[in-house]
C-alpha cells in the first residue's frame, strides 16, 4: 500500500521560505516510473498544481511559482520536498504530495485527478 506523508508545514511571514517534504512507503516500480507533484488547495478553491517531476528528473512549474519554487526527490531516503522562497500571501493553502506509477506526467492541470496516490496535506500560511 503506497502511503504519503507531508511534512513541514507552518507559518511563515511574507518573503520567507519554508521546505516542505513529503516521505513515501511501497512506491516501488522496477524501472522507477514513477511521478510525484506538490498541489495546493485553499477553501472554495479547485486545487492546483503547484510543481511535478517526472521520472526523468524533469520539472514544471506553475507559472506563479516558477523561479520561487522548487521541487526535488531523493530517492535514497524515499523523500518528496519542495523548497518555497519569496512566500506570497496567496502561496498560502494546504499542500498535498501526489504521486503515480508513470514515466513522465508534467502536465499540473486538471487537479490532479490523474494522480493515484495522495497525502493528508500540510498547511503553509504566509502572512504579513
Known amino acids: 500500500q503506497v502511503r504519503l506523508v507531508e511534512s513541514g508545514g507552518g507559518s511563515v511571514e511574507v518573503g520567507g521560505s519554508l521546505r516542505i517534504s513529503c516521505e513515501y512507503s511501497?512506491?516501488?516500480?522496477?524501472?522507477?516510473?514513477?511521478?510525484m507533484a506538490w498541489f495546493r488547495q485553499t477553501p472554495g478553491k479547485e486545487r492546483e498544481g503547484v510543481a511535478s517531476i517526472g521520472s526523468t528528473g524533469n520539472r514544471n512549474y506553475a507559472d506563479s511559482v516558477n523561479g520561487r519554487f522548487t521541487i526535488s526527490r531523493n530517492y535514497g531516503e524515499n523523500s518528496l520536498s519542495l523548497q518555497m522562497n519569496r512566500l506570497k500571501a496567496e502561496d498560502t493553502g494546504m499542500y498535498y504530495c501526489?504521486?503515480?506509477?508513470?514515466?513522465?506526467?508534467?502536465?499540473?492541470?486538471?487537479?490532479?485527478?490523474?494522480?493515484?496516490?495522495w497525502g493528508q496535506g500540510t498547511q503553509v500560511t504566509v502572512s504579513s
Open positions: 511501497e512506491l516501488d516500480d522496477p524501472y522507477n516510473n514513477t511521478c
Open positions: 501526489a504521486a503515480d506509477y508513470c514515466s513522465e506526467r508534467l502536465w499540473l492541470g486538471g487537479g490532479g485527478e490523474e494522480y493515484t496516490y
